[in-house]
């Protein structure tokens, strides 16, 4: 099984999550005024499979 996978696109779709992870990160702040070890880990490993997925949502769009 091969998933789909476009570096281009996947590389915008990166950006695109980094955004997203800021705004959780302003809002994680908003909400309970500091950041703990879990929310900057948290970020790290969802940052990538959201990036995945928002890459594969973008060439479905595409076709």
């Known amino acids: ?3 789909p ?3 281009a696109l996947y ?3 990166f950006w695109i999550a980094i955004v997203i992870a800021i705004l959780g990160w302003i809002g994680i ?3 309970w005024r500091e ?3 879990s ?3 948290g970020m790290i490993v969802a940052v990538p ?3 995945y997925l ?3 949502l973008m060439m479905f769009k595409e076709k």
Do not use: N, P, R, S
Request: glycine share 0%; aromatic share 16%; no cysteine.
């Open 11 to 13: 590389e915008k779709a």
């Open 35 to 37: 950041y703990t070890t």
């Open 1 to 3: 099984m091969q998933f």
């Open 29 to 31: 702040y908003l909400i």
């Open 54 to 56: 928002i890459q594969v």
């Open 49 to 51: 499979i959201l990036a």
């Open 5 to 7: 996978f476009d570096k």
């Open 39 to 41: 929310d900057i880990i």
